[in-house]
């Protein structure tokens, strides 16, 4: 069991002017609080007497301590602190102290609330960010689109210097991090992600210090150095250590925090079904009905709704109701695309230890009868295709030739781009055995929208899986209109045509 119920690391590197100034806020904010604590003061080599204040001040303070190392960058100074910390969750604070400690609460609060690290946004809705100059702001937003490109998706703010880690996710992650200056945020996110941890990025009061010794421009080279680094790291199997079956990765925010409601007695699950939805009030409870009136044993939906305007999400509760907590509801603050709310939906269909997950559109476009065939075809393959263009398949004849034709476009258009086996790229019928979508790293993928399909498909087909394309009939939706367009099409083509130049390359 931990020591203490929470450790604070604050990193110092010549922070001689203002280290006490910082402890005393934090220790004026802690002695308030009823659970046991610690401070950690991690000096990083100063080249000032900031060690010596530290050491000084702390002398007859139990709770405090300092801790030296050699100077090796903020990333080697966090890391020293977090693995010899006792909390049983570690908090990791700037020596600037830009966020007001009382903000701690925050993020003990969602730490409770099962998340394995939370961390500080100044980017995201409901965060202030006071006296930042615009040129510091424009290129830690630029570094934030490289981040998001070569490293870890769905984050905001990487570097912010205020997170939380529980006990087992520092002991997990720390041990590997080989990033010791600024960029070592973005590494130990991406192992997060790597390992299926839960992250929560909640909104922050952040005020700049106008005595900041960053130099955005040189810290922005030496954080892409490293963001690369991790790549290349990545790449060659460096982090080998890690856990051996990664999960995926869910990445939510405060504002946007993804509640699942669901009973603690709920049935168990043998076959998940993932419904993305976005003002699909109208089709969710016929689809449902078809669904559970097709007897297949322990089967559950999961809906990921994109804060539907039209109530959605409010359907879909009491539809859950109805079905006796067969049907969770993830719910999300915005309209995120297709791919990400089906990696939510897929991680947490292999948290309810579901054998087989399915994906599919709300729109009753898929009729929900070809399930047990889907099933049937599982026995003896590992991902199975819903597919328009294999023998046997089609559309519906009420399909009007516009949609026809994007959709003909897309589907050869994407398979010439790609080098796709399968006849039906794009379709949003499938399904999985668990085991084999598990192995899929979702965190490669780049499409968020349509796109997203032929990802799937792509890393079925380079991973080898036993692949069955079933043919299925398309169905118009029965209410409300496609969200299909040509901009949506053109912007899969690119994205799709560099994931293979860059595989290409590799």
């Not at 990921?304 to 859950?320: F, I, K, M, W, Y």
């Not at 993830?330 to 995120?336: F, L, Y």
């Not at 258009?413 to 055995?433: H, N, Y």
Request: glycine fraction near 8%; charged fraction near 25%.
């Amino acid at each position: 069991m931990p020591d203490h119920f929470l450790s604070v690391i604050i990193p110092a590197y010549n922070e001689s002017g203002r280290i006490i100034a910082t402890l005393r806020s934090v220790s004026r904010y802690l002695l308030g609080q009823s659970f046991t604590w610690e401070v950690i003061t991690v000096d990083d080599g100063s080249e000032d007497n900031t060690a010596e204040i530290v050491e000084q001040w702390s002398a007859g303070r139990d709770s405090f301590k300092l801790e030296r190392i050699r100077h090796a960058g903020k990333g080697a100074a966090v890391r020293h602190g977090m693995l010899v910390a006792q909390g049983e969750y570690r908090f990791m604070c700037d020596a600037d102290l830009a966020m007001p400690i009382d903000h701690l609460s925050d993020f003990l609060r969602y730490m409770s609330e099962g998340n394995d690290i939370v961390i500080g946004s100044r980017q995201i809705a409901g965060a202030n960010r006071y006296g930042e100059p615009q040129s510091r702001h424009f290129l830690g937003r630029a570094f934030n689109k490289v981040v998001q490109m070569l490293a870890v998706r769905g984050f905001h703010d990487t570097q912010c210097g205020f997170k939380c880690f529980s006990a087992a996710a520092a002991d997990a992650l720390f041990p590997l991090q080989r990033t010791t200056g600024w960029g070592f945020d973005v590494e130990l996110l991406f192992l997060a992600k790597k390992q299926g941890m839960r992250v929560l990025e909640i909104p922050i009061d952040w005020r700049h210090d106008s005595d900041s010794r960053l130099n955005p421009a040189s810290a922005g080279l030496n954080m892409l150095r490293d963001v690369l680094a991790v790549r290349w790291r990545s790449m060659l199997g460096r982090y080998s250590s890690a856990r051996t079956e990664e999960r995926l990765g869910d990445t939510v925010t405060a504002t946007g925090t993804v509640p699942v409601t669901q009973e603690d007695d709920s049935p168990p699950c043998a076959a998940a079904i993932v419904v993305p939805t976005y003002n699909e009030a109208e089709n969710l409870p016929l689809l449902a009905e078809r669904i559970f009136s097709l007897g297949v044993p322990d089967t559950r939906i999961i809906v990921v709704d994109d804060n539907s305007p039209d109530g959605t999400a409010d359907v879909a509760r009491s539809l859950s109701d109805r079905f006796g907590n067969r049907l969770d509801i993830i719910e999300r603050s915005a309209k995120n695309g297709l791919g990400t709310a089906y990696k939510v939906g897929f991680r947490h269909a292999i948290e309810q230890h579901a054998n087989y997950v399915i994906q599919m559109d709300a729109d009753l476009s898929h009729a929900p009868e070809y399930i047990p065939e889907f099933l049937r075809e599982l026995e003896h393959a590992d991902v199975v295709v819903g597919s328009r263009y294999t023998v046997g398949g089609g559309v519906d004849e009420e399909w009007r030739f516009r949609r026809h034709l994007l959709s003909a476009i897309a589907n050869y258009g994407i398979r010439a781009a790609v080098g796709l086996k399968v006849k039906d790229s794009t379709t949003g019928f499938k399904a999985f055995r668990a085991d084999a979508l598990r192995e899929i790293d979702f965190d490669e993928f780049r499409c968020k929208g349509f796109g997203f399909q032929a990802e799937v498909a792509y890393a079925c087909q380079r991973r080898g899986y036993r692949v069955v394309e079933h043919p299925i009939t398309f169905y118009d939706r029965a209410h409300g209109e496609s969200k299909l367009s040509l901009g949506i099409i053109l912007e899969a083509f690119w994205r799709l045509f560099l994931l293979r130049w860059r595989r290409k390359k590799s």
